[in-house]
């Protein structure tokens, strides 16, 4: 168990419609980021938050939003959904304080997304 | 980051030592190496990571080189709950994401 808590872990959605996934990181951790892994794409990286600030943003698609709140926790929301969108997406947490040695990344287990 | 290089896939029989090589020969002085697995459809789990000193814990070892081009992780005694993708990633500490490339799928046999 990483600590990174992801809901729902399974959603089933229709095209044109909007889903909202949530995230919960370690405790203690000020990072939270956003991956997508579709069949035939790897782990793209999406979006990278720090303490409530967007810090880094990668293959996001201009229909998909995130946010942190002040609790830490986070959140993806994903729009005009289309059939493409249908994927794994996986929340991760680091700590990004300069108490990890590494500040290591750790994963939730995703939160699988299917678009019909 | 620096770009890693990793075969795309290696056997290992059950028992067995199974080696996993990355080259790194791009890597900068402040750039960690960490090595990630994710067994089927799950989220990807850290392993271990290092700067320049080799690295031990109770999942894995990770030899780097001398010249931090090229590293080993040695999974010492591989089982069957080992197969999965093992990715190779090299970033600076402060860094953002990870960046994945495509790993390589170990699949060990009994």
């Known amino acids: 168990d990483s600590g990174v808590t992801q809901t729902p872990k399974h959603l089933i959605t229709a095209t044109g419609q909007r889903v909202t996934l949530r995230c919960s990181p370690r405790s203690g951790d000020l990072s939270v980021y956003w991956y997508q892994q579709s069949l035939d794409q790897g782990l793209q990286f999406l979006i990278q938050y720090y303490n409530g600030e967007e810090r880094a943003k990668g293959n996001i698609l201009e229909r998909f939003s995130a946010q942190q709140f002040p609790d830490l926790h986070s959140e993806l929301n994903l729009s005009s959904l289309e059939l493409g969108d249908s994927a794994l997406y996986f929340c991760?947490?680091?700590?990004?304080?300069?108490?990890?040695?590494?500040?290591?990344?750790?994963f939730g287990e995703g939160s699988w997304l299917t678009v019909v | 980051d620096a770009k890693t290089t990793q075969p795309p896939s290696m056997d290992c029989a059950e028992g067995r030592a199974a080696n996993l090589p990355c080259n790194h020969s791009t890597i900068s002085g402040n750039e960690y190496v960490y090595w990630y697995r994710q067994i089927h459809s799950q989220g990807p789990q850290y392993i271990i990571h290092?700067?320049?000193n080799n690295e031990t814990n109770e999942m894995a070892s990770l030899i780097i080189t001398e010249d931090r081009k090229s590293s080993t992780l040695i999974l010492p005694h591989a089982t069957l709950r080992d197969t999965a993708v093992y990715y190779c990633i090299v970033r600076v500490w402060s860094g953002y994401a990870l960046n994945f490339g495509k790993g390589t799928s170990l699949l060990v046999t009994p």
């Open positions: 991760a947490s680091s700590d990004g304080q300069g108490r990890d040695s590494g500040n290591t990344i750790y």
């Open positions: 290092g700067l320049k």
